[in-house]
């Protein structure tokens, strides 16, 4: 993995999402309930969500509920949209190429610009709870930082390398409208319409409408 020299610099700022994973996410879990998972052609995948401006027990109980989601769909990264609500929010349970764990949920997230000397693509295949049993390579940079709020509307921000950088990056994607299979060629993302088309979903999706 490459190494970027902005980590010393705003080092920092970042926040630790690496704590108490397990009892942290298992508290949300437990306390949430698990929702269908919208899919592709679904109106609320297809354009940007509107922002939190309201952080309160309702906000909350929607992190909550993308938690139990996220788990019961076997997923790492969770859109709100996904789950047919309106809002700027993702929450994640998603390793990094190092085998560490990160937890945590981003309101309004705002994905950080790379410079061209720090972008080191990563090709591996990504794969959306969205567009379920389909995968595809999509060349994506191996570092991200992602800056926003959290469940309480403080300043955050988030940093992930390798797998986890491609979740902070394809979540982020959700939120303003587009999938994984939106940056595809013409035929690669025709091809994973065919393999979402002849395969079935794991867990409960919603029908799409109009």
């Avoid at 999402?17 to 679904?42: F, L, S, W, Y």
């Avoid at 076997?74 to 929010?89: P, S």
């Amino acid at each position: 993995m490459a190494q970027h020299d902005t980590d010393e610099r705003i080092s920092d700022e970042f926040i630790d999402d690496t704590k108490d994973c397990a009892e942290r996410e298992q508290a949300h879990r437990e306390r949430g309930t698990a929702r269908p998972i919208t899919v592709v052609g679904h109106p609320m995948l297809h354009r940007e969500c509107k922002d939190v401006t309201i952080f309160d027990d309702e906000l909350a109980r929607l992190i909550d509920d993308m938690f139990a989601s996220q788990r019961a769909a076997e997923g790492v990264g969770l859109a709100a949209n996904q789950i047919g609500v309106d809002l700027k929010v993702f929450v994640y349970d998603c390793n990094d190429d190092e085998g560490v764990r990160h937890v945590g949920v981003v309101c309004n997230p705002v994905l950080e610009e790379l410079p061209a000397e720090a972008r080191v693509l990563d090709d591996n295949n990504e794969g959306c709870l969205s567009v379920p049993t389909a995968y595809a390579e999509l060349p994506r940079p191996d570092y991200a930082v992602v800056r926003g709020q959290d469940a309480e509307g403080r300043p955050i921000a988030v940093r992930g390398t390798g797998y986890f950088a491609r979740c902070l990056q394809h979540e982020t994607d959700h939120l303003y409208g587009r999938l994984y299979i939106d940056r595809l060629s013409k035929r690669e993302r025709k091809n994973a319409l065919k393999m979402m088309a002849e395969g079935t979903p794991r867990y409960e999706t919603v029908p799409n409408e109009g």
